[in-house]
């Protein structure tokens, strides 16, 4: 670990009160001025952080760098995120060739072809949704009525886990990706995710349906490829990385939309389906929701020392 240097921010950074949507003052400063600089993270230790696209971009493509949390120097984000990188490797903790190969696992359940086909029971769980806020009381909690329900009901329909699951799904991802929690209370409900769908592959495994759980189940799990814990672990890296995302992306996109009125306006009236997705993908671009998952660390010593944060 390198000693603190005077002045050393630590990461993440915080936001300009005036408007949260746009980066930290400090972190554009370092942009410009530093763009590869120590910060210090919640357990002391000094990675670099890296911020320009060109360097970020070949950082990323370099086989020199890792994505393997066992790693000595891997800079975690919190003591959450250490705990839980220990008690549960997914392919986001893999480098090729083993990510490739759990990656490719998953492919066919998110081609274009399978999203398409999910379109309209997503079209219902979304017109359902939006039919009970406006019978409902008034004012409704944007978040509780449709930015939550939504990922948690299209995560059971990919899976193929009854609807009874959306509440355990909705906490279990809560607490998972929260920053300050107890790491014990993560590991525990993470052991409660992967008991219940450690569960569910040998129901799949019995009934087959036309889901993600059943097809592992049938050519992975019988096949002895994959274990029913590997199957569990790899449904909690699909639950808690599509559903706090999709949540926040939903509120933040609307809060960003009544911040700009005549962008909401255009979205809401132009009767373009081409423009609302052209919207959708610029929302994403602007809010950037996840911000410190692109972690690595240097396989090798050189000039530079070995944690990397970009």
């Known amino acids: 670990m390198a000693d603190a240097l005077p002045g050393m921010p630590t990461f993440p950074m915080a936001r300009a009160t005036g408007c949260p949507f746009d980066p930290s003052p400090e972190l554009r400063r370092r942009l410009e001025d530093a763009p590869v600089s120590r910060v210090r993270l919640w357990d002391g230790s000094t990675p670099w952080m890296v911020t320009r696209h060109a360097d970020v971009r070949a950082l990323l493509a370099d086989p020199r760098v890792s994505v393997d949390v066992a790693q000595p120097g891997f800079p975690h984000t919190n003591a959450v995120s250490k705990a839980r990188d220990a008690h549960m490797k997914t392919l ?15 492919t066919s359940d998110f081609t274009i072809k399978r999203m398409e086909a999910l379109r309209p029971r997503i079209q219902r769980i979304v017109d359902d949704l939006i039919d009970e806020m406006l019978a409902g009381p008034n004012p409704v909690d944007l978040v509780e009525a449709f930015a939550l329900p939504v990922p948690s009901l299209v995560i059971c329909e990919l899976l193929g886990a009854p609807y009874t699951a959306r509440d355990l799904f909705h906490r279990v991802s809560r607490t998972l990706v929260m920053d300050e929690p107890d790491p014990a209370q993560a590991m525990a409900a993470s052991e409660e995710l992967n008991a219940y769908l450690e569960e569910l592959v040998d129901k799949k495994n019995a009934e087959p349906g036309d889901d993600v759980f059943s097809r592992l189940a049938v050519e992975q799990y019988r096949t002895g490829a994959m274990t029913r814990r590997e199957i569990a672990t790899a449904g909690q890296l699909l639950l808690v990385a599509g559903h706090d995302t999709t949540a926040a992306m939903i509120a933040l996109g609307t809060t960003a ?9 255009a979205v809401r009236d132009s009767g373009d389906p081409a423009l609302v997705t052209n919207a959708a993908e610029e929302l994403l671009r602007y809010l950037s929701i996840t911000h410190t998952e692109a972690r690595r660390v240097a396989r090798e010593d050189g000039r530079s020392t070995r944690g990397l944060d970009t």
């Open 92 to 106: 986001m903790q893999m480098d090729a060739p083993e990510h490739t190969a759990q990656r490719r696992l998953l």
């Open 257 to 265: 939309l009544l911040a700009h009125p005549d962008q909401l306006s």
